[in-house]
């Protein structure tokens, strides 16, 4: 019953999500009515931020190109934290925090830990001292008998989670098949300058190309797979993030730079 009521809940998400989409590519067939007549009120403040982001937001992205943050706690391997471990600081996060955010700073080193955000810690942000230097791994793996789902080293599931410069490694190994270093189930979750290392498969809907160019972008000898089309500007457009993932509605408001559109536009 829960697996269901998560499934059910998850459906909705995306069905209230994906009509905007397809209006968008102009699946054909597809309308919508707009369910709102009102006019919404200004989503931008003249100086290109968001409108609903607090002093604070609008603050980190107007001052620097990677957020800087005050931390709450620290976590710190050597003793000199607040904590010795990720889960410890987690711990004691606050609970269904509903405004500001909560930081959790952690030093430089290798967490041999599996850590969970769990689904009523929100709004957590995570910084590290960069994706080579702060790195969280372990080595559950589906061989050694651990379902796939639970051989994740980190897993994000409280919602608002940000992480900033940090890694997330899985070392099973490819012989062990099944071994996740991240799964993320997290609404609006941002990972900004991170690394992901595991050895799990990558899983595509479709697979489209637009504008390859640049050294090495030989296009002669491109591969002929069912289904796969070189893609229009207006149709890349459609994955970008602003309509895609609907970012200008929350990514700015954490914290973190973001170009909503494509590069060349």
């Given at each position: 019953m829960k697996s269901a009521k998560e499934i059910t809940s998850n459906a909705l998400v995306i069905v209230g999500k994906i009509s905007s989409f397809l209006t968008l590519i102009q699946v054909a067939g597809f309308s919508r009515r707009l369910l709102e007549e009102e006019p919404a009120e200004p989503a931008w403040y003249v100086d290109g931020?968001?409108?609903?982001?607090?002093h604070g937001d609008r603050r980190l992205l107007q001052t620097s190109a990677t957020p800087q943050f005050?931390?709450?706690?620290?976590?710190?391997?050597?003793?000199?934290?607040?904590?010795?471990?990720?889960?410890g600081a987690l711990a004691k996060a606050p609970k269904k925090l509903?405004?500001?955010?909560?930081?959790?700073y952690v030093k430089e080193g290798v967490y041999e830990e599996t850590v969970e955000v769990d689904k009523n810690t929100w709004n957590i942000t995570m910084y590290g001292d960069g994706e080579q230097k702060t790195i969280v791994t372990g080595s559950k793996n589906f061989i050694d008998?651990?379902?796939?789902?639970?051989?994740?080293?980190?897993?994000?599931?409280?919602?608002?989670?940000?992480?900033?410069?940090?890694?997330?490694?899985?070392?099973a190994g490819a012989n062990k098949h099944q071994a996740v270093a991240l799964r993320v189930q997290a609404d609006r979750a941002i990972f900004l300058q991170c690394r992901m290392e595991a050895y799990q498969d990558t899983l595509t809907l479709s697979y489209a190309e637009y504008n390859n160019k640049g050294p090495g972008a030989d296009t002669s000898k491109r591969v002929n797979w069912a289904g796969f089309k070189v893609i229009s500007q207006e149709e890349a457009s459609a994955y970008t993030v602003a309509p895609f993932i609907q970012g200008d509605d929350w990514i700015s408001k954490m914290g973190a730079p973001v170009r909503l559109g494509l590069y060349n536009e």
């Open positions: 931020n968001p409108s609903w982001a607090s005050t931390p709450n706690v620290t976590v710190a391997k050597d003793g000199s934290g607040d904590f010795t471990t990720i889960s509903l405004h500001g955010r909560y930081v959790i008998g651990v379902k796939t789902y639970h051989t994740a080293t980190f897993a994000a599931i409280g919602d608002g989670f940000m992480a900033v410069d940090m890694a997330f490694l899985n070392t």
